[in-house]
């Protein structure tokens, strides 16, 4: 009569052998070793029928019982090691040689406001920005520009469709009301310039683009002339193109300021306006709660695209923003410095 096996000890052995088996070969032996037709275990199991009859249903039972969490032992075993082998797959190869990925580089209006900062920088102005979504208010009726004043045709503006009753709302149409926001908030002296992006909903040209980027510049001091403004544009213009260009000052009208002007730089044979200016107006300077007797002060707005088209000789605004890599790839190593 057989002794019955002990499928505790069984399950042991197999279970240590099975771990034992680093590769799907291995693993393939260890089958056909325990579960295969002259496997351990099958012959265990064949065995039962040698055992007492009243023996036999549960070390039967036992005996399938282990079949089958060793058959799943096999294919979980299995499982492991085709991860393990995955994982080998993605690891990184530290022999290879280095790749150098894609690099972007800064947008050409990117490099010229950082130049045009540090020029103002240099030149003793701190510097502020303020909202692209601005109050009417701001915009227009504290520069000056009522609702009904024929100057708001300058700025074709980009409204904002808002359900309050509240202040209107739009997307600036220029720096300038930062000259008011500014105002509120500090005293003279006041030398500060604001770079910022506008929008103007108007038809877009060779230099006249719907989004455009501003440098608003304000100074407030006792005793400020025409000839500070005009002394303070020339320096920065040449210390950005060299002491031989050539420039312009035309008579101009904005509302905020008195006398106002235009300065334009040869370009192409011809002028290219880059900036709006003008002594501040007595009124804008009394709105801030200013003696104007004692202060006055000069501002201006320079249009950044256009410096840009000067600086690198770009004559279409429109190539900035068609994000064309071959015209970026141009500003590659420029770093912004003047
Ligand atoms: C005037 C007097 C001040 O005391 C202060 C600021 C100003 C400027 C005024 N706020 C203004 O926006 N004037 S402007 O409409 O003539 O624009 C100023 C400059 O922005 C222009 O000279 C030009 O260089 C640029 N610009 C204007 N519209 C543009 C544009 N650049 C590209 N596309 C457009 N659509």
């Not at 058959?71 to 075993?77: I, K």
């Not at 520009?145 to 409204?159: G, L, Q, S, V």
């Amino acid at each position: 009569m057989s002794d019955a096996p002990d499928l505790d000890a069984l399950e042991e052995t197999a279970r240590a052998a099975l771990a034992a088996a680093g590769d799907a070969a291995a693993v393939e032996d260890w089958r056909v070793g325990w579960l295969g037709r002259k496997g351990r275990l099958t012959g265990v199991l064949r065995g039962v029928r040698e055992l007492p009859a009243e023996r036999r249903p549960a070390v039967g039972a036992g005996a399938n019982r282990l079949k089958l969490a060793l058959q799943e032992a096999h294919g979980e075993r299995l499982a492991a090691l085709r991860e393990a082998r995955a994982d080998e797959g993605a690891a990184i190869d530290v022999t290879l040689p280095g790749r150098q990925p894609p690099q972007g580089t800064l947008h050409p209006i990117t490099i010229t406001r950082r130049m045009m900062e540090r020029t103002f920088r240099d030149m003793g102005f701190d510097v502020v920005e303020g909202p692209d979504v601005e109050l009417e208010t701001y915009n227009f009726d504290r520069l000056r520009i009522p609702a009904d004043h024929p100057a708001r045709e300058m700025w074709d503006t980009i409204w904002i469709a808002d359900e309050d009753a509240g202040p209107r709302k739009l997307l600036r149409t220029h720096t300038s009301p930062m000259q008011i926001r500014y105002l509120e908030r500090r005293e003279p002296p006041i030398r500060v310039i604001v770079p910022g992006t506008c929008y103007r909903y108007e038809a877009v040209d060779a230099t006249h683009e719907w989004m455009l980027s501003q440098f608003e510049g304000l100074v407030i001091d006792e005793g400020l002339s025409f000839a500070h403004l005009k002394g303070t544009l020339e320096s920065f213009v040449q210390r950005l193109f060299g002491s031989e260009i050539e420039t312009r000052f035309r008579c101009d009208y904005f509302p905020f300021v008195e006398p106002g002007a235009e300065l334009a730089i040869r370009w192409q044979g011809d002028w290219l306006e880059v900036l709006g200016c003008g002594m501040v107006h007595r009124e804008i300077i009394e709105q801030a709660g200013l003696d104007s007797r004692r202060y006055t002060g000069f501002a201006f707005g320079i249009g950044v695209e256009r410096v840009a088209m000067l600086r690198y000789g770009v004559t279409d605004i429109r190539a900035f923003y068609a994000n064309d890599l071959r015209f970026l790839e141009r500003f590659r190593g420029s770093d912004g410095s003047a």
